[in-house]
């Protein structure tokens, strides 16, 4: 079995030593060879370098996004506590009820952004891991 294929690779390094197209041609791959495996080491070391300045930076955005979350939640409980007020406590005050009901379209409309944002970054989570195991 080791003579079938020695054969044919003897034959084949006998071709390149005389062929001077395929002895260029296969030391071009040889050099994108090692052109591709240096960038691919020099990509990993910076990656490596650069995880405490993503962790860092995520952590900010963690905290960022939980404080907008809450502000945009308060609101929506602000709202709703002016609305009960206005409506079910006789107080009859139309400028309570036009504040709670902007307040609380307002805290519906701002919730949208964040789910999408936190889709988004579960998206990219699973395709940081996808291309990492690659």
Do not use: K
Not at 53 to 79: E, H, K, M, S
Not at 83 to 92: A, E, Q, T, Y
Not at 109 to 127: K, L, V
């Amino acid at each position: 079995m080791s003579r079938a294929r020695s054969a044919p690779a003897a034959a084949i390094l006998e071709h390149v030593a005389r062929c001077e197209r395929c002895a260029g041609y296969l030391a071009g791959t040889q050099n994108a060879l090692t052109q591709l495996r240096s960038d691919r080491t020099s990509h990993i070391t910076t990656l490596e370098r650069d995880t405490p300045n993503r962790q860092t930076l995520a952590g900010g955005q963690r905290v960022v996004t939980a404080i907008a979350v809450l502000t945009t939640y308060g609101g929506g409980l602000v709202a709703s506590m002016l609305l009960w007020h206005s409506l079910w406590s006789g107080s009859g005050n139309p400028l309570e009820l036009l504040f709670g009901l902007t307040l609380g379209l307002a805290s519906l409309i701002g919730c949208w952004p964040w789910r999408a944002a936190a889709a988004r970054s579960r998206s990219s989570a699973y395709w940081r891991c996808s291309a990492a195991a690659v």
